[in-house]
């Protein structure tokens, strides 16, 4: 079965679901697969591609979630499968530490260019986000002298020990799995929504607490980092108000503490703009990218002010696998795709559909507490009707209606109570908004 652009771009549900070939697979998959992997939707993919993912049933189901937000290109997309395909048949691995190839260089020369800022920049390529995180740490360290690690509420850098550390959320990421890395410290964030008092004094006074804290219980000479999700993903798709992140860059600047910016899931166009630090013209120390940059293949990368990523000792940093010349062919292809296609424009447009349709079901259905987002990275905030009390149980009901009438999406938030959208950023509009014919549908199906 091949996928990619030309698959047809329609909803189509042919089966109930998961359709019988898909409980087959089921089966195999519950005897064979560790029961410590979750699924969000019970189907099994035969092919994919645009906005579309088909199932082994012959289903065709609207994808608003892009592998959580990795084929922003769409799946398959031709630049990238055409170099995937002539790497493979020239050579598949030398490990960069031993035997160099150009894809390599050229992505770190990409990532150099593309990133905010005109400063001297050099970059590191590994496998996972989490991955990259940890790199990020080590080299942040190195560079500093320093050991302590600024954090926050809500925050997701992933699933190995030191990231799980800096994880906030307990219940699937790190309950049971510690004892966890020491000298990381959660500050409180900025999330309007939640912000004790009124939401307008959110950004200055989490700002002034989060500063207080560093100053009074760390010390700003012990912090090697602050690392921060310029919107943060697995944790709700919180937005903090203007000034909150420049503000962290700022006294971090003041205090020798290198500022990091987390862009693993809102990288690579995703918000409308190459980075979500940009809106605010905030520029990184180091900047963490994964998710989005390879089309789908296992990437990541850090990237950074050339004297802090050269502080590392010749050998320090690196691993097998890291930049594979697979991976690196994939993301010239799907960095290709994206100034080709201006997926920074569709990105925004994704946005100014989806955010006022949005609001305007706001408006109709009470359970709806907050929408918020960027670009095409858009969320809604379930709440009790008349309260601010989490509704993980609408999100359920929600995500399990729309999977019965073909369209995937993805759950988010501390609290369960966050529907977010990540299409793929080449999602054709008509069925961007039949998609939102069906979360309406959804909504008004709770009452
Ligand atoms: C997904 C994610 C990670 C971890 O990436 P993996 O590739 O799953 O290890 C880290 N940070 C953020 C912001 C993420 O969204």
Redesign the pocket.
């Known amino acids: 079965m091949s996928g990619g652009p030309t698959l047809p771009q329609v909803r189509r549900i042919v089966t109930e679901i998961p359709g019988p070939k898909s409980r087959v697979l089921l089966e195999r998959r519950a005897k064979a697969v560790s029961a410590g992997l979750g699924t969000t939707m019970p189907i099994f993919v035969s092919a994919a591609g645009g906005g579309v993912i088909l199932d082994v049933d012959g289903n065709s189901i609207i994808d608003m979630g892009a592998g959580?937000a990795v084929v922003s290109v769409g799946n398959s997309a031709d630049h990238v499968v055409k170099n995937v395909q002539e790497q493979v048949a020239a050579f598949t691995h030398t490990c960069f530490m031993v035997a160099p190839y150009e894809g390599y260089v050229e992505v770190c020369e990409s990532l150099n260019e593309l990133t905010p800022g005109d400063h001297a920049k050099k970059s590191a390529l590994f496998n996972?986000?989490?991955?990259a995180?940890e790199n990020a740490v080590k080299i942040a360290r190195a560079y500093t002298k320093r050991d302590a690690i600024v954090v926050f509420e809500h925050g997701?850098?992933?699933?190995t020990n030191l990231?799980m550390a800096m994880t906030a959320k307990s219940m699937p990421y790190k309950h049971s799995f510690g004892p966890f890395a020491s000298e990381v410290y959660r500050m409180p964030m900025a999330y309007p929504y939640r912000w004790i008092g009124s939401s307008d004094n959110c950004a200055e006074e989490a700002l002034n607490e989060v500063l207080q804290k560093i100053e009074k219980e760390i010390g700003a000479e012990n912090v090697a980092a602050i690392i921060i999700?310029p919107i943060q993903?697995?944790g709700g798709f919180i937005v903090p108000p203007k000034g909150f992140l420049p503000g962290l860059a700022a006294f971090a600047k003041e205090h020798g503490i290198v500022f990091v910016a987390?862009e693993?899931?809102t990288g690579f166009a995703r918000t409308g703009d190459m980075f979500a630090c940009e809106d605010e013209q905030v520029i990184p120390d180091l900047i963490?990218t994964?998710?989005g940059i390879a089309g789908g293949l296992p990437l990541?990368g850090v990237t950074g002010r050339a004297e802090i990523m050269d502080s590392v000792h010749v050998g320090g940093l690196g691993g097998t696998f890291g930049g594979s010349p697979i991976a690196c062919a994939a993301a010239i292809g799907a960095i290709k795709t994206i100034q080709e296609e201006n997926l920074i424009g569709k990105a925004r447009r994704i946005g100014e559909i989806m955010l006022p349709a949005l609001t305007e079901m706001k408006r109709k259905y009470p359970v709806i507490g907050d929408v918020r987002g960027r670009g095409a990275m858009i969320a809604i905030e379930l709440v009790l009707p008349g309260t601010k009390d989490p509704n993980p149980a609408a999100v359920s009901a929600i995500t399990k209606f729309c999977q019965q009438e073909g369209v995937l999406v993805l759950s988010a938030g501390t609290y369960g109570n966050v529907l977010r959208f990540l299409p793929p950023l080449v999602m054709p509009e008509d069925l961007l908004l039949e998609a939102l014919e069906i979360i309406e549908k959804a909504l008004a199906s709770l009452a």
Do not use: F, P
């Not at 996972?128 to 991955?131: F, K, L, N, P, V």
């Not at 997701?156 to 699933?159: A, E, P, S, T």
């Open positions: 959580i996972s986000g989490a991955e995180l997701y850098h992933g699933r990231t999700e993903g697995e987390d693993v899931q963490t994964a998710k990541s």
